[in-house]
């Protein structure tokens, strides 16, 4: 059995936590975290509008590159350090939510934390990229709260029909 | 590949000698200023400058991703506005990746608030922007009097993209951060913070006795140079190609193309639609055809184009023309339209880069700062008067 934590900033501590409750003890559990080419991709963008510089090496979104190389792999270290068990690191570059849905292709169980507006049940838990994940991911997925779950009491009224009274 | 296009019109007869000659006479000191402009922004960086201020985001963000989106706000617009564009978008953007990295917070929204800063936030001072640069040449302002023009549009144009980019990154923002900022040891670059606030103080202080500010900005740098000479940290080299020469040369002859360019028709064609008043509407017009024009060719020559057109009117139709060309290039990824098709830079560094996240920010964030800021510079232009 092959389970799968996405490992992202902001809430990867919780979805590390759900492997280790949830995951039964002879599980492969993966760690995975996408590095998104999109910042690299925005410093890219602001020095090539910067017209005549012609200097590649002065590129910031190299650099920027390099760091977020480093950043994630910091990431996964600190999460396989959370779970303390064997596990596997996976870490891929794209776009986001399609390399989360390519990677886990053929896993048992996929886990990832909502992150949109989490004081509140409903729709707007899940942030975009988290939303195609759910709606494309090719395996079943445990989707939790990082923090505290919101009560019922968040969910609005239903609502109000005149035409009932 | 501007040289030799500066050759062949001059050559061909496209813009005479003398046109030549005027247009490279008029351009020179604006082109030693940025020099100056490029070699101490990158001595600040050598002295320790960017990473101090990355220090100090994390500090004082203690954590939060909403607290650190403010810091970047704060340090990319008070960088843009002094050491100028080139330093905010090369030496700070890397130092805020960083930063929110090491903080555990999602680097997308202060990256993109870098960026779009570099731009939105080049419109306070003269040294800002080479746009900037250019206009205030061809303006007569004075330097104080150009910062005190500007720092209305300057505020509301920061402010408008502090709203937009807090909105439009919520659940990245939301995420919050996690990890504990690791304590360093405070280093403040004493020396790098004196010489840039003795370089402003001179900017005021040879504006009011009537001396071009480039000379504040050469001192600054020649302080920062000779120190970091003497204590053997950088090389006559690395100064001179922190000067980056080649740009200066790229500037030089883009202003001699332009030139032939305005002079063979372009002036006749856009100067019927060009507007000639500094009332509200016409201030809206100019900013607007600027950005527009900024986005299909590029700010710089879109700021030469519109320069000869605009000065004439008076320094409101000129700084209506940077709040144009330097809010407008966040509308298109690279700046322009131009400048993505000539380098194909998405290919050349085979990123699947999100063009439509990339342009939807823009269209909320360039109209609104754009409109905000042309407002704050008619009630300026009131208030203190073109």
Known sequence: MTVIAWIVEGTWAACVDAARTHAPEDTDIVLLHVTGSDVPGAAHGAYAGLLGRARPERDPGTEVENLAAAAGEHLLGAAAERLGRPCTRIERRGRIEREVVAAVEGADLLILARDGDRTHLGPRSLGPASRFIVDHAPCPILLIWPEETPSTETIPPPPHHPHHR | ?386
């Open chain 2, 1 to 386: 590949m501007a040289v030799p296009a500066a050759g062949v019109v001059i050559a061909t007869g496209a813009i005479s000698l003398h046109h030549a000659a005027a247009e490279a006479a008029r351009l020179g000191p604006v082109i030693a200023f940025l020099a100056a402009v490029l070699v101490l922004a990158q001595l600040c960086d050598d002295e320790g400058l960017f990473h101090a201020c990355g220090a100090w985001m994390a500090r004082k963000a203690a954590g939060s991703s909403r607290r650190l989106l403010v810091q970047v706000f704060a340090v990319a617009s008070l960088i843009t506005a002094v050491l100028s564009l080139d330093a905010t978008v090369v030496l700070l953007t890397p130092v805020v990746f960083a930063t929110a990295a090491r903080l555990g917070a999602r680097a997308k929204p202060h990256v993109y608030a870098c960026t779009h800063l570099s731009n939105t936030a080049s419109l306070l001072l003269p040294v800002s922007n080479l746009t900037n640069l250019l206009a205030f040449a061809a303006s007569g302002l004075s330097f104080t009097r150009f910062a005190a023009l500007m720092v209305l549009p300057w505020l509301a144009a920061i402010g408008a993209e502090y709203v937009v980019i807090r909105r439009f990154f919520a659940t990245d923002l939301d995420a919050g951060a996690q990890a504990p900022p690791t304590p360093e040891p405070r280093e403040v670059p004493v020396f790098a913070l004196a010489t840039v606030a003795c370089t402003l103080v001179g900017f005021v202080v040879t504006s009011v006795f009537g001396i071009n500010p480039a000379w504040a900005a050469t001192a600054g740098a020649a302080v920062l140079a000779g120190r970091a000479l003497a204590q053997r940290r950088s090389t006559p080299t690395a100064i001179v190609r922190a000067a980056a020469l080649p740009f200066c040369a790229f500037v030089l002859a883009l202003g001699i193309v332009v030139r032939a360019v305005v002079d063979n028709g372009l002036a006749d064609a856009l100067g019927h639609i060009v507007p000639d008043s500094t009332g509200l509407p016409a201030l809206l017009g100019i900013a607007a055809l600027a950005a527009v024009l900024a986005n299909v060719i590029n700010n710089l020559p879109a700021v030469l184009v519109l320069l000869p057109l605009t000065a004439p009117t008076g320094p409101g139709a000129v700084l209506a023309v940077l709040l144009g060309v330097n809010i407008g290039p966040n509308l298109t990824y690279a700046g322009s339209l131009a400048t993505l098709l000539w380098r194909r830079i998405v290919r050349e560094h085979d990123t699947d880069v999100d063009l439509g996240e990339f342009t939807r920010l823009g269209a909320l964030a360039v109209p609104t700062a754009l409109l905000l800021a042309v407002v704050a510079l008619w009630v300026s232009l009131h208030v203190i008067g073109g």
